[in-house]
């Protein structure tokens, strides 16, 4: 597939017409080539065998999603690696919301769940997720940012009711439905048009944060973070569950969470600092 609006901005551009999971891929190109530089980009529309976070598979149907990997040699000394994931998110929100309005549609609610779901709200009002982010280091320090986003799925080929795609706020916008997208709506949405929408906002977080405007990156994921000051449930990697309300991150990226007073006993803090959960927000 030809990408030319992404070739400018990727140092360099592979594109496969399937493969198992573009971070995968990346890893093996890594390790075949020490040499692979910074910002390298994998990207494919059928991914067959995606991953998700915590274990979880990826699904997304083939030619109907962006699933993508960008290399990150340097590492970021102004802020803990952990914020990385967390700017990806920033980056694919706001990627997101340009591509919908090149697109024409107007005034869709774009945010990221903590800590890396993007969530788009969608004609019922309710958020529905639309893009996940799967950042994993490597030995060398070197960090593969991996992010999946549904385009031109319809709510049929998607694997959840909780799942919506860039077609399918289009179609509803136009009460035309996601299959009947016009052609230049669809153009807005094929995957050179939406990965350099994307890595244009995630390359200029890095080049701020690269420049020590490291309160400016810190506040714009924090804008972009729609799980702040809401009531959420955490579901810890052991299991445990906590309840309460987001009320900030911490100096590495995690979630603090305070808890209801009659949630937690005497011998409990009061805040919890969750570095890793799965999240629910509450109404
Ligand atoms: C999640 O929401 O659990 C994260 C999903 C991340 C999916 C992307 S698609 C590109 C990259 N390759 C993978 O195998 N997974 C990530």
Do not use: C, Y
Request: glycine share 8%; net charge negative; aromatic share 2%.
């Amino acid at each position: 597939m030809k990408m030319p609006h992404s070739e400018t901005l990727a140092t360099e551009l592979i594109w496969h017409d399937a493969v198992a999971s573009t971070n995968d891929a990346m890893r093996a190109l890594v390790e075949a080539n020490p040499e692979q530089p910074n910002r390298s980009v994998l990207a494919t529309d059928t991914q067959t065998a995606g991953r998700g976070r915590n274990g979880r598979v990826w699904v997304s149907p083939a030619g109907k999603a962006l699933a993508f990997s960008v290399l990150l040699r340097r590492r970021q000394p102004m802020l803990a690696p952990t914020w990385l994931p967390l700017i990806a998110g920033s980056a694919v929100r706001r990627g997101v919301e340009r591509v919908l309005s090149d697109a024409g549609v107007a005034q869709v609610s774009v945010g990221v769940k903590w800590p890396n779901d993007v969530l788009a709200k969608t004609g019922d009002g309710a958020w529905r997720k639309i893009a996940g982010v799967l950042s994993e280091m490597l030995p060398d320090g070197s960090v593969i940012v991996g992010i999946g986003i549904n385009t031109t799925a319809t709510s049929a080929e998607l694997p959840t009711d909780e799942a919506t795609s860039l077609a399918m706020l289009a179609g509803a916008q136009h009460e035309t439905g996601a299959a009947a997208l016009g052609s230049e709506t669809a153009a807005s949405f094929d995957p050179d048009a939406v990965l350099a929408a994307i890595l244009t906002e995630l390359f200029a977080l890095l080049d701020e944060l690269a420049d020590r405007h490291v309160d400016e990156v810190r506040g714009a994921v924090i804008t972009d973070l729609i799980t702040l000051s809401t009531r959420v449930r955490a579901i810890l990697p052991g299991g445990e569950v906590v309840e309460g309300t987001a009320v900030r991150l911490s100096d590495e990226g995690g979630l603090v969470i305070a808890r209801a007073d009659a949630a937690h006993s005497a011998a409990e803090a009061a805040e919890v600092m969750v570095a890793a959960a799965d999240i629910e927000h509450l109404r």
